[in-house]
């Protein structure tokens, strides 16, 4: 069972910058998807982007041009740099991993979790 710990959040003022990194621990083998997924108090889980094992990439229409994410394969880590952030990027920001068929768009295609990490950005 791959059990995804995320590191990073903290709080920034807006247009600032912080960078999330996710390590996939008691995973046998390397994750075909890793993903990073988003909650605001009151709304739905809405995924932000993911990376596959070719290092394919998607993201959301909200975050494109703002936010990358890359991975390492060798570590099973995947990381989100961030820039350019507003605050309505804040959020809890999940870690999540995937096997083949992981849709950015359907939350339950990815099968681990992380706890979450907090991302505050202020005005």
């Known amino acids: 069972q791959v059990q995804p710990v995320e590191s990073g959040g903290g709080s920034v003022q807006a247009g600032g910058s912080l960078t999330l990194s996710c390590a996939a621990s008691g995973s046998t083998g390397r994750p075909y998807c890793m993903a990073w997924f988003r909650q605001a108090p009151g709304k739905e889980r809405d995924g932000v982007a993911v990376?596959?094992?070719?290092?394919?990439?998607a993201y959301a229409d909200s975050v494109k041009g703002r936010f990358t994410i890359s991975r390492d394969n060798a570590a099973n880590t995947v990381h989100l740099q961030m820039n350019s952030l507003k605050p309505e990027d804040t959020a809890m920001y999940y870690c999540?991993?995937?096997?083949?068929?992981?849709?950015?768009?359907?939350?339950?295609?990815?099968?681990?979790w992380g706890q979450g990490t907090q991302v505050t950005v202020s005005s």
């Open positions: 990376i596959d094992i070719y290092k394919r990439t």
């Open positions: 999540a991993t995937g096997s083949y068929g992981c849709d950015l768009l359907r939350a339950p295609t990815f099968t681990g």
